[in-house]
């Protein structure tokens, strides 16, 4: 591991410390929200500061700008407050996601890889019929779309690792990543557009920044992983797979 990926885990840890206090104690909205947006812009600029040099990581790095814009829009909007910023958010998240996809899809589907694709799709559905009866207007046709987007991001993570297209020093990092994200997103869509779902306001805000932020943190890290991504002898002798 290189020492700037310890710097970056290192980092995080200390910024979910921070968001966990700050949440706990109620914090003012001025002195949170410091600890929200910025961050991922940083970890934006983290990215671009590693001159990603494939186009595997330059994608990703795209993804990380995109998600610290979804971010900005998306934070401390409510539909009924401001339906045009809400919309955007989503629409940066899920350009995010479409340019993740096409960051991770390695080779052809696999018989083996069903599973994959029906836990993800079950679960996107799950939350997508959920909460499509309580969203209006333009948002009611956002919502499935984002669904199929990050429904195919995570197959495209997943299924790339097991079909075993993609380096493990790098595998590692996109594994845990993609379910992070989609819980995180989940939660936030549950949270934004179902008017029964009131789980307790600290727990439910630790919850979507933890998973988020390790999500993206994950992101980073693989950017910062030492470049054998798309060229080396690990891609070159699985390339046929």
């Not at 970056?8 to 947006?37: E, F, K, M, N, S």
């Not at 779309?145 to 075993?164: D, H, Q």
């Not at 934004?192 to 307790?200: E, I, S, V």
Request: proline share 6%; glycine share 6%.
């Amino acid at each position: 591991m290189r020492r700037r990926q310890v710097v970056t885990i290192a980092a995080g840890c200390a910024l979910g410390v921070a968001q966990v206090v700050l949440t706990a104690t109620h914090a003012p909205w001025h002195v949170r929200r410091w600890t929200l947006t910025p961050p991922m812009a940083l970890a934006f600029v983290a990215a671009l500061a590693e001159r990603p040099r494939t186009a595997t990581t330059r994608l990703v790095t795209a993804a990380l700008g995109l998600s610290a814009v979804g971010d900005a829009f998306l934070t401390d909007s409510t539909p009924a407050r401001d339906e045009r910023a809400t919309l955007a958010g989503i629409g940066a998240f899920a350009a995010a996601y479409a340019t993740l996809t096409a960051a991770f899809w390695r080779g052809r589907p696999r018989p083996s890889e069903a599973w994959v694709a029906v836990a993800t799709v079950g679960t996107v559905a799950a939350v997508a019929t959920t909460v499509l009866p309580h969203a209006a207007g333009v948002l009611r046709g956002g919502v499935p779309v984002f669904g199929a987007v990050i429904a195919s991001m995570v197959w495209a993570a997943e299924s790339t690792a097991l079909r075993g297209t993609l380096d493990p020093r790098l595998a590692r990092w996109v594994v845990p990543m993609a379910p992070l994200l989609l819980l995180s997103d989940s939660l936030v869509a549950l949270l934004l557009f179902h008017p029964r779902f009131k789980p307790a306001p600290v727990a439910a805000d630790i919850v979507v920044r933890a998973t988020y932020l390790a999500g993206w943190v994950l992101m980073l890290l693989l950017v910062q992983e030492e470049g054998r991504w798309d060229t080396g002898s690990w891609t070159s002798s699985n390339s046929a797979r």
